[in-house]
């Protein structure tokens, strides 16, 4: 699905403003103009409470061609998984946003937000499934251009987070160049080859990325 046209959103994301500071901004909406204008601009939303807060890490987690490490024992596991991709997003969404996970952040409003995202074409998510079929992994997050701004995954069976990345990664390098940012780098995200950059860094990279040819979907 091509994503459907959205207005200009009524609020400034302006980098030039943004603090030196993770956490860049509060307030606002989630409509999808907002959203999207925000990931244009390098921002995200993660609420804190009943707070509806911004971000741009300082130190921004990246995954670009090249990246990618899958190590032998990934490789082995995959044969075992068959991987979707928009086929379950809302299960994918909840198994994140799963209460039992620490630091669970997603609450019914980023769902519904994001459900309504992907039902305008701009967020995908990509499923790994066991032998019978079965949802026991993934990951969900927003498509701009050539830009894939990861959300959040999950996995129910060992490698089955890793899977779904390293699908994603085959998807986009269709393309001729993009980026799939992380947010942050996590021990498990570095030891697939995720790396840190400058916000600056990510800022200048994403403002030719976002205009660039989408990957095919679906």
């Known amino acids: 699905m091509m994503p459907v046209p959205l207005p200009p959103s009524p609020w400034a994301f302006e980098p ?107 967020a995908h998510s990509v499923e790994t499934r066991d032998e019978d079929g079965a949802l026991v992994g993934g990951l969900y997050g927003i498509g701009v251009g050539s830009l894939f701004a990861g959300e959040s995954m999950f996995h129910h069976r060992t490698d089955a987070s890793k899977a779904a990345l390293v699908a994603l990664v085959e998807r986009m390098s269709a393309l001729p160049d993009w980026l799939v940012d992380t947010q942050w780098q996590t021990p498990h995200l570095a030891s697939l080859g995720v790396r840190v950059v400058p916000r600056g860094t990510y800022l200048a990279q994403i403002t030719t990325l976002v205009d660039g040819p989408t990957p095919v979907w679906g």
């Open 16 to 122: 030039s403003e943004w603090p030196d500071d993770d956490c860049i901004a509060g307030g606002a909406d989630l409509e999808p103009e907002t959203l999207v204008d925000a990931y244009r601009r390098g921002a995200f939303p993660m609420p804190h409470g009943r707070r509806l807060l911004w971000w741009s890490p300082l130190e921004r987690g990246v995954l670009g061609p090249g990246d990618l490490r899958v190590s032998r024992s990934l490789r082995r596991s995959m044969r075992d998984f068959t991987i979707t991709v928009d086929t379950d997003f809302e299960a994918v969404i909840d198994a994140c946003a799963d209460r039992r996970r620490p630091g669970r952040w997603i609450n019914a409003a980023i769902r519904s937000a994001y459900v309504r995202l992907h039902d305008l074409g701009y």
